[in-house]
């Protein structure tokens, strides 16, 4: 199951309000600092959100005072190119674009794949999440093999695979990170 649209920076986005056509918009940006600014409600942070999730804090703004009982709607109109880094032990790593959302296998496939000294259940995944900096350590033979989900990667994640190639802090992370598949702050 492929994992729900997370809103990016610059994506444009529809939101209606039914019944409230003076708070509906055909297209509504999300600024570069990821939040969108709505009427009523004022700033919101859009970026990783789902739609769902966007249209649900909206409904929460507009319900506390404003509306009885709102019902709104976010669709995405379109989604801005993001970049995701990819290193490490990959045919040709670099810098490669996506619209909206990847996978970690497509990002690896976009790379050229893992080089014949790739250790391939020692890939991080760092993101921003909150404001901070975390981590995640994958195991891509288990992804292959249906064992996890493929995960989803967001504009903006740095992919690291493969022992030989993480130093320093990546190293240290991967000894102090306590699970696999899941973001932790380091």
Same mark, same amino acid.
């Given at each position: 199951m492929q994992p729900s649209y997370r809103i990016g920076v610059l994506d444009v986005?529809?939101?209606r309000v039914f019944q409230e056509p003076e708070l509906s918009f055909e297209q509504i940006a999300?600024?570069?600092s990821g939040t969108i600014n709505f009427p009523l409600v004022g700033e919101i942070t859009a970026v990783g959100r789902t739609p769902i999730e966007l249209s649900e804090e909206i409904e929460r703004g507009l319900g506390t005072r404003f509306i009885r009982d709102p019902q709104v709607v976010?669709?995405?109109v379109s989604s801005a190119l993001q970049r995701v880094v990819v290193e490490g032990s990959v045919s040709e790593p670099g810098v490669y674009e996506i619209a909206?959302?990847?996978s970690l296998l497509e990002? #690896?496939?976009?790379?050229?794949?893992?080089?014949?000294?790739?250790?391939d259940d020692e890939? @991080? +995944?760092?993101?921003?999440?909150?404001g901070e900096r975390q981590g995640a350590v994958f195991n891509v033979r288990? #992804?292959?093999e249906g064992r996890v989900?493929?995960?989803?990667?967001?504009?903006?994640?740095? @992919? +690291?695979?493969g022992f030989s190639a993480v130093r320093g802090v990546y190293r240290d992370f991967l000894r102090a990170a306590p699970l696999f598949n899941v973001f932790t702050r380091f």
């Open positions: 986005l529809s939101v999300v600024d570069a976010v669709g995405v909206g959302t990847s990002s #690896i496939a976009r790379a050229k794949g893992l080089t014949e000294v790739a250790v890939v @991080i +995944v760092f993101r921003e999440i909150n288990h #992804i292959r989900p493929d995960p989803q990667i967001l504009g903006g994640d740095r @992919i +690291v695979v």
